[in-house]
């Protein structure tokens, strides 16, 4: 009976540690930054014309007369067309470094309530290395091609992660699930390239990551 008794605790220990782990999807990980950005109020037409009043407000160097005169021609039927749309220029201008910071905040920050919390999230694989035909360090994605095709995704939507044994994969951007100890880390990742390399920033890490393939 005490053998029974010790192997049923085995049995629900076990099952107990297979349901702690915290299913999440990505947008768990970007935790949510609230701010006023007036410039997604504006069209694609009005951002166009708001960024060539900028640049030529901000020109240092001397142009001859006639050209300057062409083109605070333009700059003025720009700012008349802006103004008649209730687009307050000078507002939205001062505001520029502002809103740049706030919006690099809101792609960097990381979800601070996942440090240290068993966690299984399901994306694409990037291998970093191979050891004996298997990889063992790799970038978990969230779409395919980032980094290789489109510009890598911010740091709180990329997970480093370790297989001590190794995980078998036959291309890059394989489907799989992960679960295992999540932690905040910044990292810096090599990322061999087909033309070269690029260096990856990734704001969490799974050490020793339990990789399967990923199944609907």
Known sequence: MKLIGIF????????????????????DLAPKVEFDDPFTRLSTEQLHSLSQIAKYREKVAPIDTDSRIKKQTKIDSLEQVLIAESVNIDSLLSLRTKITELRKEKAETVNYELDSTEISISGYLLPLNYVD????????????????????PPKNQI?????????????????????????LEDKTSLLFLVDGSDNISTGYSILDAEISKYEQ
């Open 159 to 183: 997970v480093y992660l370790t297989s001590e044994k190794g995980y078998e994969v036959n291309s890059r951007f394989e489907a799989a699930t992960i679960k295992g100890h999540m932690q």
């Open 133 to 152: 035909n298997k990889t063992t360090e790799f970038l978990l994605v969230p779409w395919v091609g980032a980094c290789i095709h489109t510009p890598p």
């Open 8 to 27: 049923f605790l085995v049995i629900t220990g076990l099952v107990g540690k297979a349901q702690d782990f915290k299913e999440l999807s990505w947008y």
